[in-house]
Nanobody
Framework: QVQVVESGGGLMQPGGSLRLSCVVSGSIYKIYSMGWSRQAPGKEREFVAV???????NYEESVKGRFTISRNNAKNTVYLQMNDLKPEDTAAYYCSAYVAQTAHDDTINYWGQGTQVTVSS
């Protein structure tokens, strides 16, 4: 099996910074794209950022220039550096990873349980 575990959320004042981490562990042959999504209360989950296995990146428009996604393949970890946080960034942040467990398997998108980010003064 594959486990996805996020960490690094918390309470931050507007303008502050947080760094989220997500570790993927278990029976892994290869991890392809890794990404972050978020879900605010009463809203649907939305895309935030993605990084491919060759480290190309893409961001949701409202976080461009403020958030940076990166990965450490040796540690099976993806990060989300969040700067200049705004109250509208408040949400549960979820990590996902496309994982193949063997060379012959299709990739499956695994999700973590989420970490809460609250931006408030």
């Amino acid at each position: 099996q594959v486990q996805v575990v996020e960490s690094g959320g918390g309470l931050m004042q507007p303008g502050g910074s947080l760094r989220l981490s997500c570790v993927v562990s278990g029976s892994i042959y290869k991890i392809y794209s890794m990404g972050w999504s978020r879900q605010a209360p009463g809203k649907e989950r939305e895309f935030v950022a993605v990084i491919t296995s060759i480290e190309t990146t893409n961001y949701e428009e409202s976080v461009k220039g403020r958030f940076t996604i990166s990965r450490n393949n040796a540690k099976n970890t993806v990060y989300l550096q969040m700067n200049d946080l705004k109250p509208e960034d408040t949400a549960a942040y979820y990590c996902s990873a496309y994982v193949a467990q063997t060379a012959h398997d299709d990739t499956i998108n695994y999700w973590g349980q989420g970490t809460q980010v609250t931006v408030s003064s």
